[in-house]
């Protein structure tokens, strides 16, 4: 079962920052979370993880609260191509090995 | 374009067939994944090959297999099909199987499935 809650969707205005929020109450300590997006059925794109502080790329930037219990992706400065599903993951680790958990993301659409 | 490639892209068959789909990992990654995503669904995980061996299994039932062959690339085998098979399966690659740094999943474009 998932590890993660996200709203099923999201409406963001083009040029504004995307903001989405994730729910990972059960998170353990050395659990990362990770963020992919999926562009219309193509396969998934990297995006962004973190473990505990707060992250940025030239993707996106993710900032985690202290208690590690949920965390939030931001896009900047939304586009059109940035509409897509996007999936926040739970890296679950077992025998030296890890597995990513996916849950059912948040569709976002980016409007003009 | 994340370096892995998956064949075919679209493969249409009956119920009761066998079919094998195919993946090559990026250059230089050892690990590989597959996924079956079914219509409007996440991603479930099915199982995961490091350097030629069994890792981690899913999901996956007794009717599909997969193996990772010495070249690295992997095959994915689904036999008697059923309806409820149909659906995009993914393959993914990393660089390592360990729960350390990086080491993010990079995806192919994956192949669509359709069993009539």
């Known amino acids: 079962d998932a590890k993660t809650t996200q709203p099923p969707s999201m409406d963001c205005a083009e040029g504004r920052a995307a903001n989405l929020p994730c729910n990972h109450s059960?998170?353990?300590?050395?659990?990362?979370v990770y963020w992919y997006r999926q562009i219309h059925s193509q396969g998934p794109q990297y995006i962004i993880h973190g473990l505990k502080n707060n992250e940025t790329n030239e993707m996106a930037s993710l900032i985690i609260t202290e208690d590690r219990k949920s965390s939030t992706l931001i896009l900047p400065h939304a586009t059109l191509r940035d509409t897509a599903v996007y999936y926040c993951i739970v890296r679950v680790e077992a025998d030296s090995n890890y597995q990513l958990i996916w849950g059912a993301g948040t569709k976002l659409i980016i409007k003009p | 374009d994340s370096g892995v490639t998956q064949t075919p892209k679209h493969l249409i068959t009956a119920t009761g067939q066998r079919v094998t789909l195919r993946c090559s990992p990026r250059s230089g990654d050892l690990s590989v994944y597959w996924y079956q995503q079914s219509l409007d669904q996440g991603l479930q995980f099915l199982i995961q090959y490091y350097n030629g061996e069994e890792r981690a299994k899913g999901n996956i039932l007794e009717r599909f297999s997969a193996q990772q062959f010495p070249d690295l690339h992997s095959e994915l085998n689904l036999s008697s099909l059923e309806l409820g098979d149909s659906a995009l399966y993914f393959c993914?690659?990393?660089?390592?199987?360990?729960?350390?740094?990086?080491?993010?999943?990079?995806f192919g474009p994956g192949t669509r499935l359709t069993v009539l």
């Open positions: 059960t998170i353990s300590g050395n659990e990362y």
């Open positions: 993914a690659s990393s660089v390592a199987a360990l729960a350390s740094g990086r080491n993010e999943q990079f």
